[in-house]
């Protein structure tokens, strides 16, 4: 809701190259910090606007291309004055950190060419210092990395044109698309993809002329490539379109001046969700996501069944209803299986049994099997070699038939130390024990 630029006037309100919206109307708000030159990048970072350009005033105060305004008030915050003595054509901000890239050479207090890390909270240069030898033009962060755009050849001592990936910590580049052209103008983030704009042509040897997206992290263009006519200078996303804006006329040879809204970049990753029979996963099948996103997954059982186990790449993660991917940055399965509640097996039960523990010894998880030729309440434990009940594995009434009761000791699961254990199995008029070892 932030507009930044050479207007003096905007929606027919006075306003000096940087105005505030009121949305969804989109009315100008009273928010006015008064800007005597351009304003070229803005970033908002909870309550605090962020302000970069030619300007020399601004907010009511002298700030040289650089500063920090309250989001209510529009007052430049009083001790918050990086200095800059060139123009600031690029900010991100998040935490305890505000990037600044431009055209400048000393900011922050500090000798910092083209691009900085500055304090949120002081607003004086970090030790962060990777370089770039030209003008840096648009800025983007992901965990743990800062994307670079601009007219530069090389960042942190590595060859790089035009486009980096920089390491939040050691300023080192780690992230190298190869790009060939004179510059990267704009940069964001769309389904997990980098997406780029500026003046360009190819990517890793692949034609991409004008806008490209890229992957995350491996720095391979995508096959998305909208063929723009004429350079492609800002771009935003929503996360089911981009829109960009430039001096093009055409996309894919389409009309289309200046301004278009493109379809996204396909995701960077998938999760593939698969059930076996009397059960389902939710969703089903191949669920797209991009970079660094999160995906919940409901396992349910049918009626009379219960949940086996959930693999998540190749790995059990036991019985579970649900299970999330956090943070997502490769690919993934999940798999779930089901048995049923009342029994295995099909067979008639004639009498009532407590069959060997399974395995024995046991490592982590073990399996006992109870038999009932009718309804009973049943209570079944575990006891230490001192006899002593250590854990109520059920208690309560169970139907006829063949029953699975799961055991797990492992960590996260009120662990037990190794040892000798039994296993008593009581119903009215029967009881049974048997013995197992619990392994580490």
Known sequence: DRAGGRFTSIAGQPRNRIAAFDLPAGTVATWDPNADQDVRAIAVDVSTVYAGGDFTSIGGQSRNHIAAHDAGTAAAAPTWDPNADGSVYALAAGGTTVYAGGLFANIGGGTRANLAALGASDGLATAWSPDPTAI????????????????????????????????????????KPLMTGNSVRALCRSRGAVCAGGVFYTLAGVPHTYVAAIHPTTAVAESWDPVADNPVNTLASDGTSLYAGGEFTAMNTVRTDFLASLPSPDPAYAILASAGANGT????????????????????????????????????????????????????????????????????????????VSPNPAPARARIRLAMPREARVRLSLHDIQGREVRVLANGLLPAGRHEVDLRTGAGEDPLPAGLYFIRYRVPGHEFVRRFTLVE
């Not at 755009?149 to 580049?173: E, K, Q, R, Y």
């Open 136 to 175: 840096v033009r648009a800025l983007l962060t992901g965990p743990g990395i800062v994307y670079v755009g601009g007219d530069f050849g090389s960042i942190a001592s590595t060859v790089a044109p035009c486009l980096a990936g920089v390491d939040a910590t050691t300023g080192s580049a780690i992230w």
């Open 281 to 356: 996963i939710s969703p089903p099948g191949t669920t797209p996501l991009g970079f660094d996103a999160s995906q919940g997954y409901t396992i349910t059982p049918d009626v009379s069944y219960i949940v086996d186990d959930v693999v998540v790449d190749g790995v059990s993660q036991g019985a579970v209803t649900s299970y999330t991917f956090s943070n997502v940055q490769a690919n993934h399965t999940i798999a779930a299986t089901f048995r049923t509640a009342a029994g295995v097996g099909g067979d008639v039960v004639t009498e009532f049994a407590l069959s060997p």
